[in-house]
Structures are given as C-alpha cells and as structure tokens.
C-alpha cells in the first residue's frame, strides 16, 4: 500500500514546504483540501496548475486526490452541486490527480431514501464529465452516510465506474460498523482509506497513530488480507481543532507506526 497525507493537517501551508514533509517523512503522495485558504484550489489559472503539477513530479510526489467539500445530497438546484465537482474535477485533472472527494451532505428533512436519490442523481451526471477527463469521484463514509452501508445505497443507484467510495475509518467506526463489515460493502467501490486517531467518540481531537481508540490495525489487516493494495491517507484534522498537535512533529512517527501496522499485516 502506498502512504499520504492530507494537507487538513497543515492548513495554508506553501506548496514547497508540504512536499518537503512528504519526502522527508517518506509518504509517497498528498491529499489536497481544496479550499481557497489553501494554495491550491478551483480558483487557479491555468498556468498556477501547471506549476503545481510540475513542482509535485519534481519532488517525485504523487497527488492522491483533491478534496472537496461539495454535499451530493444538499438541498437546492442540482447545477449548482454538479458545477462544484466539475470544477475540482477538473482541478484534479490538471494536477494528474486520480481523485476526487466530495461528501453526502443529506440533511433533517430528508428521509435516507430521498437524500439517496439526490446525490445518486448528481453523482451519476457528474461521472461522465469526469470519465472523459479520467477522474474518479469518491463519496467519502460522512456526515448523513457515516458507515459503508450508507455509502453504498447511493453507490448502488448510480452504478457508474467513475464514482467510488472514500473510506473515512473514523466515521465508520462512530456509525458502529466493523472494520470487515465496512470492507465488505465498500470494496467493490473502494478508492482509498483515510486513517486517523482519537480519544474517543466524545472527543474526537486528532492524535498521533496509535495513540487512540480507532482500530487502525484491523482495518489494515482486513484490507491486507483481501489484498487490497491502494492508498492509505493520514487525515489529520488540525484545521478544525487549533489546540491539536502540529502535524509536522508527528508525521516520522505517524509514518512508523503505518509501516508497522503493514508489516505486522504481510
């Protein structure tokens, strides 16, 4: 499996420092946010892409994917929705990124049938625009869909093999599902694992790899025994919880830790 890491972690951090801790720490690629506090992002001419792509081949780094915050199910007119991801697939395109990440976004007031229908709807009108660029948009395991099951009633409806799934091993393991549980409805569909740890499902404050209760060694042994050889992206979440740790000083060991749980799984 390869390794990356999500720039959540590093919030507005220049492109040249981010790949400096990629090569330095070992993680093979970067997870992207892209948000306009961010350098890269929807907003960039064409020529900024270009230099972001080349910086990111001279460091020998991959770009894994370019996460979006666009919500499928939200409600409102579908163009709007469907505009967002052509934007980030198009953004993803241009950095020689695989994926996209976009998230369920069904609210209160929907039943999980109708929130099911909007986003399979828009995910589906989606997909062709991003198969003729070569760009695969995942639904990553959140907010209204939190678990594989719920993931893969949307999946399911759109049938599209441009569309996949982000397995978020937080999110899942708040909705109760197991590590093999969660493989099992998303492996058809899988994209790649965002990893991560916290104290508890109370305080979900990210912590270095190993240091909290989410069962990272038995999501990588499930995905290892099935033979599942993608990508594991260490989600980071500082953006959102300022008193965190910074990243920086945990990523050697967080990459440790990862290769650890790798080898104990061979």
């Not at 900024?48 to 199910?73: N, P, W």
């Not at 198009?90 to 099911?116: I, S």
């Not at 980071?236 to 990459?255: I, N, T």
Request: proline share 6%; with cysteine; charged share 25%.
């Amino acid at each position: 499996m390869k390794l990356a890491f999500s720039t959540l972690g590093v919030p507005g951090l220049p492109l040249s420092d981010v790949l400096r801790l990629a090569s330095s720490h070992g993680f093979h690629g970067v997870e992207l946010r892209a948000h306009p506090e961010e350098p890269v992002h929807p907003g960039l001419g064409a020529d900024e892409r270009a230099d972001a792509a080349a910086a990111f081949k001279a460091a020998g780094i991959e770009v894994l994917g370019v996460a979006g915050y666009t919500r499928m199910a939200a409600p409102g007119d579908d163009e709007p929705v469907i505009e967002e991801v052509r934007e980030l697939v198009g953004l993803a395109r241009d950095l020689g990124a695989p994926f996209v990440r976009v998230f369920p976004g069904g609210v209160d007031g929907q039943t999980p049938a109708e929130a099911d229908a909007v986003a399979a709807r828009r995910l589906g009108t989606a997909a062709e625009y991003a198969a003729d660029l070569g760009v695969r948009i995942l639904l990553e395991t959140h907010d209204s869909h939190r678990t594989g099951a719920d993931a893969i009633r949307v999946l399911g409806l759109v049938g599209h093999r441009q569309v996949g799934a982000l397995w978020d091993v937080m999110h899942t393991w708040l909705g109760g599902e197991q590590p093999q549980e969660t493989y099992a409805a998303l492996s058809p569909y899988l994209g790649y694992v965002q990893v991560k740890d916290i104290a508890s499902a109370e305080d979900t404050t990210p912590l270095a790899l190993g240091a909290g209760v989410l069962p990272l060694a038995d999501c990588v042994e499930v995905l290892s025994r099935h033979g599942w050889d993608g990508w594991l992206c260490w989600e980071y979440e500082k953006r959102w919880y300022a008193d965190a740790e910074p990243l920086e000083g945990l990523l050697g060991p967080g990459r440790e830790h990862l290769g650890r749980l790798l080898n104990d799984s061979a």
